[in-house]
């Protein structure tokens, strides 16, 4: 329907021609979704992430970033015109540090992931909130690869670990679990306003095709009706975690929800590990750098509610064969 009244795209930026009914209502209903005041759409997650954090940090400021934040938050930081303090991944006393250190800076935010893409492990919201609370610091967290898949009513990590009103900028995206295409903020109609003026990469941009709004709110009804999708997802992630481990195939050790990487170091490891797991029909991604850092190279499973319980048994077997193999042709890299 969507697609049939207004066409394949919206043709110019929101605040020109380009938001229609259809944004207007997506924007609504993720107020309601976010349990939030207002929230604003952005043409992608990595617009939302790099227009929300220049519209709050500037020349003056300092902004500290986990080092594995996604590409979008990193970007973000760069281009703010902020000091930028790069914190060591997870350490909060690394953290707290560079607070102490910037402590007659004009103003100061912290960013992170809240479920990390590459690692699969999630971030100490509630210790970040208490950090930012002690050094009078914004807090802003990208939810990307959360949202739908944590929390009571599916709104990501800061739901599921209870610290919602303690996060100062909530960051989403459409192109994960709900299957469209782009990026949100939600919060206060101060925050929104806020976004609506000083967000350069919403201003000019071009807004989301009406059918990708309509898409994303269909997606929405399907997460508040049907949890047992994500329970699925948990179920199998649990399957999988335990599989690999007695199989002895190392894992991140704080590895929660659906994503898997399977470090292999060199980059022609992991790209014939994903090619002879794709001949046996499973698609599993070879990341390599700039992706992720030198010596790092991985397989990255991630699993959703369409998978069954046989699919993971036996891409664990798969797995646990290929790995095996792997590391009689090269013990040395399988050794790094």
Request: a negative charge; glycine letters at 8%; aromatic letters at 6%.
């Amino acid at each position: 329907m969507a697609a049939e009244s207004t066409g394949t795209g919206a043709g110019a930026s929101a605040l020109i021609t380009g938001r229609t009914n259809w944004h207007a209502e997506l924007e609504e209903r993720l107020a309601q979704f976010e349990s939030q005041q207002a929230a604003i759409l952005f043409p992608t997650g990595f617009a939302a992430n790099v227009g929300s954090i220049g519209a709050f940090v500037e020349l003056g400021d300092t902004v500290f970033s986990d080092r594995l934040n996604h590409a979008s938050l990193v970007d973000g930081c760069r281009l703010s015109g902020a000091q930028v303090r790069i914190y060591e991944h997870l350490d909060l006393e690394d953290l707290e540090t560079g607070l102490k250190g910037a402590a007659t800076c004009r103003r100061r935010l912290i960013v992170t992931d809240s479920l990390f893409s590459m690692d699969g492990d999630a971030a100490p919201l509630s210790e970040l909130c208490d950090l930012a609370e002690r050094y009078d610091s914004l807090l802003l967290i990208d939810e990307a690869h959360a949202t739908g898949l944590f929390g009571q009513h599916g709104r990501g990590l800061a739901e599921s670990m209870q610290v919602e009103d303690r996060i100062d900028v909530r960051v989403g995206t459409l192109s994960k679990a709900l299957g469209s295409l782009g990026g949100f903020v939600s919060g206060p109609h101060t925050l929104i306003d806020w976004l609506w003026n000083k967000a350069r990469t919403q201003t000019f941009s071009t807004a989301l095709p009406p059918s990708a709004c309509a898409a994303a709110a269909a997606a929405l009804d399907i997460i508040e009706r049907e949890p047992w999708r994500r329970d699925h997802v948990h179920e199998l992630a649990g399957r999988l975690r335990g599989q690999l481990q007695a199989s002895g195939v190392p894992l991140v050790p704080q590895g929660v929800g659906p994503i898997f990487p399977i470090v292999l170091s060199d980059p022609r490891s992991a790209l014939a590990a994903a090619a002879e797991l794709e001949c046996s029909g499973f698609l599993v991604a070879a990341i390599r750098p700039p992706s992720v850092p030198q010596g790092t190279s991985r397989l990255r499973i991630t699993l959703n509610c369409a998978h069954s319980a046989e699919d993971v048994d036996r891409l664990a077997e798969l797995l646990a064969e290929i790995l095996s193999g792997a590391a009689q042709t090269h013990p040395q890299s399988a050794a790094n």
